[in-house]
């Protein structure tokens, strides 16, 4: 049985198990903190950094979602600087991609639109990388379109962690990373994929999609992870 | 000494242009050419995207007429599916479609050319706009905007959206009509017609001003090419194409998408980026032709709908040949739209909430026709076996026209223009040639006269011998 911490998250008394992380015991107590690659249900890797925040003592900035709670700990989740690091990791991944929300599936239920609009980004202040990425349609039933995926690999726990299956995964490094189905290999000869659907529904942005969706129609349905991950006991 | 004038950009269409017209060592004019300016390279870039997205990313190239190549791109993606759309889905559809070319012909009419009707070509440039109209007729401008709401309204109380809606997708379109949102379009279509009507009583009474110009504008014979519903009616969404002679004769006539490969040829011209469309059993240039109201009018047998119908009469004794008679054709087209899709939201199946036909691509190959506002606008896509764009090709409804334009330039400015004496008012005549065909050249409306207009006669040693700025 984990002992009880007590810490402050914005001047605020709270208290939490120490096995659990910033991001969780500030989510217990309504405290809200940005994340784009959590995902409630699967490991925590801390991609996005979205979820960063302060700690008195520390001079770095820690992502909440991966980072535990302990005694006396003194956390802000707001700041001018916390703010300034939230927008510009969300400019990067615009920047990095080819994110064209008008003409996007999922335009008008995008976690990383909806993260922009958030935090008030209305222009890009980065030279955009316009990378030339292509779009797996092989599936039978699902489309990946590798200019939307900011490699939050959500895909790739769901899979899994989930199912088990463990189709998809990251290939090469830093700005070059994709996602890639078994070895590399088009999504519809992958001998491993159950086509669960899982990965699309729980892709954040348009990146994996139901084939035939058009502009805007793609709506991910994820309550379903919260319901598994709790009846394996995956959630604390 | 030859000279060249040149007129950039030119003011008052939708998209960027530019005029180039030669004389001769007197000072007449010997050549003459419409230029298109950009590049858009939509074609190139859809290439790899699912053709599911075809339709809103074609919708894109415009925000004057979006709706025209959300259909048209629509239509492509359902010969790719290869399925019948619900029958609702293609009203819906249509409606939308006569929406848009109502809107997009009173900002036509009332923005872009009746500064020009109603102030004069000669009028005092700065005056020559919707705000001079406003000052003189004012209720002339407010039935303009007026119109342009309508038909803006209408559209997004189909589709929920003004500009670029998402409605419409391959198999028809993603939400049925609701009564409540069908009574709302019908309640505005009775003001729209009384302002159309009103509209026309006044144009007829000025058209004896513009003989000269009537006559100017009607030097080009051309063909004429455009839908018509199975009775030779006016269509302006389905329907086959016909193209007639210049004399009307109908020469092609029920030629289905795919005929219009081996039908239509596509030239393209050192100075424009705009390809030179021509009918191929004549060649090129003999093949030239024009879409749009004017052709559109010139090849039905009857608009359908009564109102229309009796404004056609009056129509027909007008010189069928002249462009000026687009803008006439065009009035009796928003009468038109107002009329059908009063007709069409009364059809039984019109609330149906069957809307959408859903398949995976049955074809590698689709084209996809509708009318635009300015004429005739086909799509056409070929997908690879995982439904990726592997070619796309658009042919424009001011691609058509293309040629026409260019011709038209040409002649009325050897009408007007005389070197020696280089007025503003001329060169107007030849702008306002180009705005009869109403050329959507790119996306949206950059100007309304508020653009400068910088004429130059340059010399052949490069020495500017005349100028005129606005």
Redo the contacts between chains.
């Keep these: 049985m984990s002992r009880v911490a007590t810490l402050k998250i914005n001047g605020q008394d709270v208290s939490g198990r120490e096995d659990e992380t910033i991001l969780e015991v500030a989510r217990e107590n309504g405290i809200p903190i940005p994340t784009l690659c959590q995902i409630e249900g699967l490991s925590n890797v801390g991609a996005c950094r979205l979820c960063l925040v302060e700690v008195t003592g520390i001079s770095k900035l820690l992502p909440a979602c991966t980072t535990r709670v302990a005694e006396g700990m003194e956390v802000r989740t707001e700041s001018d600087r916390l703010t300034h690091y939230r927008r510009m990791a969300v400019e990067m991944l615009f920047a990095e991609g080819n994110h064209i929300c008008?003409?996007c599936?999922s335009?008008g239920h995008c976690e990383l639109q909806g993260m922009a609009v958030a935090l008030g980004i209305d222009h890009i202040h980065l030279p955009y990388l316009a990378p030339r990425r292509?779009?797996?349609?092989?599936h039978e039933r699902f489309?990946f379109?590798a200019n939307r995926c900011i490699l939050c690999t959500r895909c790739v726990r769901v899979c899994d962690e989930i199912e088990g299956a463990h189709t998809w995964d990251v290939m090469g490094r830093g700005v070059g990373s994709v996602v890639i189905t078994d070895l590399n290999e088009r999504w519809?000869d992958s001998p491993t994929c159950t086509s669960c659907g899982k990965c699309v529904q729980t892709c954040p942005t348009g990146a994996l999609f139901i084939?035939?969706?058009?502009?805007?129609?793609m709506t991910k349905r994820n309550t379903f992870l919260t319901y598994i991950a709790q009846m394996r006991g995956n959630l604390k | 000494m030859t000279q060249t004038i040149l007129i950039d950009p030119v003011t008052r269409i939708e998209g960027h242009a530019k005029i180039t017209i030669h004389l001769n060592d007197a000072g007449e004019v010997e050549d003459a050419h419409f230029h298109v300016t950009q590049v858009r390279g939509f074609e190139k870039f859809v290439e790899g995207r699912p053709f599911h997205e075809m339709p809103a990313l074609m919708s894109r190239i415009c925000g004057i007429c979006p709706v025209s190549h959300l259909i048209a791109s629509a239509k492509a993606c359902d010969a790719l599916l290869a399925v019948s759309i619900p029958p609702a889905a293609a009203n819906l559809r249509r409606i939308l479609n006569l929406a848009q070319i109502a809107q997009s012909h009173a900002l036509s009419f009332f923005y872009l050319s009746a500064p020009d009707l109603l102030l004069g070509m000669d009028a005092d440039p700065a005056q020559r706009n919707l705000f001079g109209i406003a000052q003189t007729a004012p209720q002339l401008a407010r039935d303009g905007v007026r119109l342009r709401q309508m038909g803006q309204q209408i559209i997004e109380l189909l589709s929920g959206k003004r500009i670029h809606p998402g409605w419409v997708v391959p198999g028809g379109v993603n939400q049925a009509l609701t009564e409540e949102k069908r009574d709302a379009i019908l309640a505005v279509l009775s003001e729209g017609i009384g302002i159309v009507q009103r509209t026309m009583l006044w144009f007829r009474g000025i058209l004896k001003q513009y003989e000269s110009e009537i006559q100017a504008f009607s030097a080009l014979h051309t063909l004429f090419m455009g839908l018509v519903g199975p009775d030779g009616t006016l269509e302006m969404y389905d329907g086959r194409v016909r193209i007639a002679d210049a004399n009307k004769y109908i020469i092609a006539d029920g030629l289905a998408p795919e005929d219009l490969n081996t039908t239509i040829g596509e030239a393209v011209e050192p100075w424009s980026y705009l390809k030179s469309p021509y009918y191929k059993p004549l060649g090129y240039p003999s093949g030239m032709y024009r879409v749009g109201p004017l052709a559109r009018l010139n090849i039905v047998r009857s608009c359908g709908t009564p109102h229309a119908d009796e404004e056609l009469g009056f129509f027909r004794t007008l010189d069928h040949h002249s462009s000026f008679h687009y803008h006439y054709a065009r009035l009796i087209e928003i009468l038109y739209c107002f009329e059908k899709i009063n007709q069409l939201l009364h059809t039984p199946t019109i609330l149906s909430e069957h809307v959408r036909a859903f398949a995976a691509p049955n074809n590698h190959e689709g084209i996809g026709v509708s009318e635009a506002p300015r004429g005739t606008l086909m799509h056409h896509y070929i997908i690879d076996d995982d439904g990726l764009i592997v070619r796309a090709n658009l042919v424009i409804a001011t691609g058509h026209n293309n040629m026409a334009m260019d011709r038209s330039v040409y002649q009325v400015a050897r009408r007007y223009v005389r070197g020696a004496e280089l007025q503003e008012g001329m060169l107007n005549r030849v702008e306002a040639v180009i705005r009869t065909f109403d050329p959507c050249l790119s996306c949206s409306t950059h100007a309304v006269g508020q653009m400068p207009l910088h004429v130059q006669l340059v010399a052949p040693d490069g020495s500017v011998v005349d100028e005129i700025k606005r």
Excluded: Q, R
Aim: avoid cysteine; charged fraction near 20%; proline fraction near 0%.
């Design positions: 008008s003409v599936v335009n292509g779009v797996d349609a092989s489309t379109d519809g084939k035939g969706s058009a502009v805007g129609e």
